[in-house]
């Protein structure tokens, strides 16, 4: 089992940037594929980016290109890499942990509780 918690959330203009992070608990992280979710008011949980165990990494469409996913085994930590956000990324972003190869957020296991980004334009 792992617990997860994120950070790094905030308010941030239009073509801003920031960097989450999600720090785990455990001594198994680096065998976790793990990935990054958010969800907007209104609107259901959608992936953002996942990174497997083999430092793999998937985006979705809308992020391609601005946002970086990466992890550090060593500190037991995920970041997210947010640049020239827009005001579509508004939303809590979720970090989460999963054994299984895939980018559903049915197929996670473990969540952590949220940050809120906000991005004003």
């Known amino acids: 089992q792992v617990q997860l918690v994120e950070s790094g959330g905030g308010l941030v203009q239009a073509g801003g940037s920031l960097r989450l992070s999600c720090t785990a608990s455990?001594?198994?992280?680096?065998?976790?594929?793990m990935g990054w979710f958010r969800q907007a008011p209104g609107k259901e949980r959608e992936f953002v980016a996942s990174?497997?165990?083999?430092?793999?990494?998937y985006y979705a469409d809308s992020v391609k290109g601005r946002f970086t996913i990466s992890r550090d085994n060593a500190k037991n930590t995920l970041y997210l890499q947010m640049n020239s956000l827009n005001a579509e990324d508004t939303a809590v972003y979720y970090c989460?942990?999963?054994?299984?190869?895939?980018?559903?957020?049915?197929?996670?296991?473990?969540w952590g509780q949220g940050t809120q980004v906000t991005v004003s334009s």
């Open positions: 455990g001594r198994t992280f680096s065998s976790y594929n």
């Open positions: 990174i497997r165990w083999i430092r793999l990494t």
């Open positions: 989460a942990a999963t054994t299984e190869v895939a980018n559903s957020p049915s197929d996670y296991d473990f």
